[in-house]
């Protein structure tokens, strides 16, 4: 998975994905506390759904003052 986020105060400080099943349990999450600024791009290919079935991916990001933002992506 390809992500790009950016932050209008360019103070961001994590990004997680959790990757959910159709009855939005997690089955795997990772985060990236590296990343700083006013953007983020990168890609993901870590995260595994073990024996379960994933529906999508939730996308969270937090920036220093705790604020955050997120989106869920089917898969």
Same mark, same amino acid.
């Given at each position: 998975?390809?992500?790009?986020?950016?932050?209008?105060?360019?103070?961001?400080?994590?990004?997680?994905?959790?990757?959910? %099943?159709?009855? #939005?349990?997690?089955?795997?999450?990772?985060?990236?506390?590296?990343?700083?600024?006013?953007?983020? =791009? +990168?890609? &993901? %290919?870590?995260? #595994?759904?073990?024996?379960?079935?994933?529906?999508?991916?939730?996308?969270?990001?937090?920036?220093? =003052? +705790?604020? &955050?933002?997120?989106?869920?992506?089917?898969?």
């Amino acid at each position: 998975m390809t992500y790009d986020v950016s932050d209008p105060d360019s103070d961001l400080a994590q990004i997680e994905f959790s990757l959910r %099943d159709s009855s #939005n349990n997690e089955l795997d999450s990772i985060s990236d506390s590296g990343i700083s600024g006013g953007a983020a =791009a +990168g890609e &993901t %290919d870590n995260l #595994n759904p073990g024996s379960g079935t994933a529906d999508y991916v939730r996308v969270t990001v937090t920036d220093e =003052a +705790g604020n &955050t933002a997120q989106q869920d992506v089917d898969i």
